[in-house]
């Protein structure tokens, strides 16, 4: 995923965020590690999983409306596993799942 660098997006507290494919991160947190980056490339195997980004971003809203951010699915899974290397070559369809 390509990385693009500003001051706005995200919100301060958070190093990056998966936005339609691209990872937008805070300019201070440059580079980004290889948790954060494996972090938002869990994000966008969700996204596909879902249908794409539009699908993706509907699914988080509501589980973020229901639960809070601490409780969502997409966030669990990636969470758990953003240290592992080899996580996405070996992660399981629909992994999330698991988190609901």
Same mark, same amino acid.
């Given at each position: 995923m390509k990385v693009k660098y500003n001051r706005w997006i995200p919100f301060k507290g958070f190093a990056a965020m998966a936005f339609f494919g691209v990872i937008l991160a805070r300019k201070e947190c440059k580079p980004l590690s290889p948790i954060t980056l494996r972090h938002e490339e869990i994000h966008q195997a969700q996204a596909r999983e879902?249908?794409? %980004? %539009? *699908? @993706?971003? %509907? $699914?988080?809203? *509501?589980f973020w409306i229901l639960c809070g951010y601490a409780e969502i699915p997409f966030e669990l899974e990636a969470y758990a596993n953003e240290a592992s290397a080899t996580y996405l070559q070996n992660r399981e369809p @629909?992994? %999330? *799942? $698991?988190f609901v």
């Open positions: 879902c249908g794409g %980004w %539009w *699908r @993706f971003y %509907w $699914k988080y809203l *509501r @629909f992994a %999330w *799942r $698991k």
